[in-house]
């Protein structure tokens, strides 16, 4: 008897994720005296991820946010910043996900706003 065949997630992705990439829209924000362009099609997963304290989902995000004709510059001047405690970055990850927020991606219907996005403070490793 035959194994039975692969059900294709795939094949049922392909359109949702086709439209999804045409909606997205990159919002002008002003960091590190420039203005750079970030997206507002932000990974749902990572952000989960993030609001829960993953330092990985922490950092997947601000490498993949920018808009990829300025990501590796954004990426270096993150890596410039001096200080850069964990306080500071949660203000540039909070305002990156509140422009994302605040910038919806189709016209409003009349409800409510978006409740504010925060996320909470990396898991420390030395706990």
């Keep these: 008897m035959p194994a039975p065949k692969a059900f294709d997630i795939d094949a049922l992705l392909a359109d949702a994720l086709a439209e999804a990439a045409s909606k997205t829209v990159y919002i002008k924000v002003k960091l590190f005296?420039?203005?750079?362009?970030?997206?507002?099609?932000?990974?749902?997963?990572?952000?989960?991820?993030?609001?829960?304290?993953?330092?990985?989902?922490?950092?997947?995000?601000l490498m993949n946010v920018a808009h990829p004709d300025e990501r590796s510059e954004f990426q270096d001047a993150l890596y410039r910043i001096e200080p850069l405690t964990a306080d500071i970055l949660l203000i540039i990850i909070n305002n990156l996900m509140e422009a994302v927020a605040n910038h919806p991606t189709k016209s409003s219907s009349g409800s409510s706003r978006t409740v504010k996005t925060s996320v909470a403070k990396p898991k420390s490793a030395a706990g």
């Design 33 to 61: 005296n420039r203005e750079w362009r970030i997206s507002s099609q932000i990974n749902t997963f990572l952000a989960l991820r993030a609001g829960e304290g993953d330092t990985k989902a922490f950092t997947e995000f």
